[in-house]
T-cell receptor, first 113, second 112 residues
Framework: GDSVTQMEGPVTLSEEAFLTINCTYTATGYPSLFWYVQYPGEGLQLLLK?????DKGSNKGFEATYRKETTSFHLEKGSVQVSDSAVYFC????????????FGTGTQLKVEL | DAGITQSPRHKVTETGTPVTLRCHQT?????MYWYRQDPGHGLRLIHY???????DKGEVSDGYSVSRSKTEDFLLTLESATSSQTSVYFC???????????FGDGTRLSIL
């Protein structure tokens, strides 16, 4: 079945550092890929998405490129802020109908001054 | 923000009791989902609905049932709660099979 693997956290960075959170996937067909962010005590918010190979999703300075050849969708940001501290989830959507999401286990990011 | 309301937001109950969680949407979206979030597992799909009275099982459906009698409401029922069902439960909605899901704020359920 479908699966998503993302790097374990927590990831601790200083403000203005470069961020990479790795995400790889296993899926049949051509899934859509997503990054969601969860702030403490809140639900998940869609951060960005990509629906086909070589698409780049971007939002709020975050970017991720759908790499079919490496089955990856790594999240990057050039300069993190304290307000970026949250848990980040990589997910894929099946193409078999139902739009069901398969999530990675989440990566906690802590940004310090 | 997508109009999704989960109730209750917090609940503590005892093993063996029935529990119903409600998800209410004001977006008239066709698809609705229930997930549970547990440490080390991310979010896992319990059940989903693709229309009124149309539901299907997800990855972790054992011990749960759902109902959708109206477009706007999707109920998750634990017929006889067990401690292993202590979790945070999230509802999500989507208006089509190729659109992102939007999530509610979650229900924290503790079963003692």
């Amino acid at each position: 079945g479908d699966s998503v693997t993302q790097m374990e956290g927590p990831v601790t960075l200083s403000e203005e550092a470069f961020l990479t959170i790795n995400c790889t996937y296993t899926a049949t067909g051509y899934p859509s890929l997503f990054w969601y962010v969860q702030y403490p005590g809140e639900g998940l918010q869609l951060l960005l998405k990509a629906t086909k190979a070589d698409d780049k999703g971007s939002n709020k300075g975050f970017e991720a490129t759908y790499r079919k050849e490496t089955t990856s969708f790594h999240l990057e940001k050039g300069s993190v802020q304290v307000s970026d501290s949250a848990v980040y989830f990589c997910a894929l959507s099946d193409q078999g109908g139902g739009n069901k999401l398969t999530f990675g286990t989440g990566t906690q990011l802590k940004v310090e001054l | 923000d997508a109009g999704i309301t989960q109730s209750p937001r917090h609940k503590v109950t005892e093993t063996g009791t029935p529990v119903t969680l409600r998800c209410h949407q004001t977006e008239n979206h066709r698809y609705m989902y229930w997930y549970r979030q547990d440490p080390g597992h991310g979010l896992r799909l319990i059940h989903y609905s693709y229309g009124v009275k149309d539901t299907d099982k997800g990855e972790v459906s054992d011990g749960y049932s759902v109902s959708r009698s109206k477009t706007e409401d999707f109920l998750l029922t634990l017929e006889s709660a067990t401690s292993s069902q202590t979790s945070v439960y999230f509802c999500a909605i989507s208006d089509s099979s190729n659109q992102p899901q939007h999530f509610g704020d979650g229900t924290r359920l503790s079963i003692l």
